[in-house]
């Protein structure tokens, strides 16, 4: 396995050079251009050192590497609809959850509202992409309608509404992940 790259592309994420690299194994600067072009290889005990250095240890580096997915599609997604409250939500990204932040798609039929959320840390965004809805924060109500945006940070109780006879569809995101 060559090693010698994986190497060179941590030591270049955390900053170092090679110089200060080896300096902090007490290595050579030379040894570690070695390393890193594959012309050599450290002894397990070198390779520990060099890895904590770069804030890593040998299961973590040696590990497979997950692709990670950009792309999601509509098949994808996981929904769950609200009859009582007259609304369904489709979390957009799977296990969003673990990110720091969740994007959810609602859509309100008439009448419909979200599940009420109490205060909590973080901030929320939305994205009215059809319909008209009322967005309760405390005591005061805003009016959004298709087109507009709406942020603000949940510092009281919240929850949104749907404004129009035909429902309601917006993207809505929250940081840290609540929904």
């Known amino acids: ?37 594959d012309l050599t290889s450290p002894s397990i005990a070198t390779l520990i050192d ?12 040696f ?4 692709e990670t997915e950009i792309v999601f599609h509509e098949s994808d997604y996981f929904e769950k609809e609200d009859t009582e409250l007259n609304n369904k939500i ?14 959810i798609k609602v ?4 009448k419909g509202i979200t599940y009420p959320d109490n205060p909590h840390e973080g901030e929320e965004f939305g994205y009215v992409l059809k319909g008209k809805i009322l967005i309760h924060i405390g005591n005061k109500s805003h009016e959004a309608s298709a087109g507009d945006s709406f942020y603000y940070t949940p510092s009281e ?4 509404e749907c404004k129009s006879s035909n ?3 917006f993207i809505w995101i929250s940081t840290p992940p609540t929904f």
């Open 1 to 37: 396995m060559e090693i010698g790259n994986k190497i060179k592309k941590l030591r270049v994420l955390k900053g170092l050079t090679q110089e200060e690299l080896g300096d902090r194994c007490e290595l050579s600067k030379g040894f570690i251009s070695q390393v890193e072009r």
């Open 50 to 61: 060099i890895l904590q250095v770069l804030g890593t240890d040998l299961p973590e580096f």
């Open 63 to 66: 590990g497979n590497e997950e």
């Open 90 to 103: 489709e979390w957009l990204i799977p296990n969003a959850q673990k990110n720091m932040m969740e994007p």
């Open 107 to 110: 859509t309100l039929k008439n």
């Open 157 to 160: 109780s919240h929850y949104i």
């Open 167 to 169: 429902g309601a569809e």
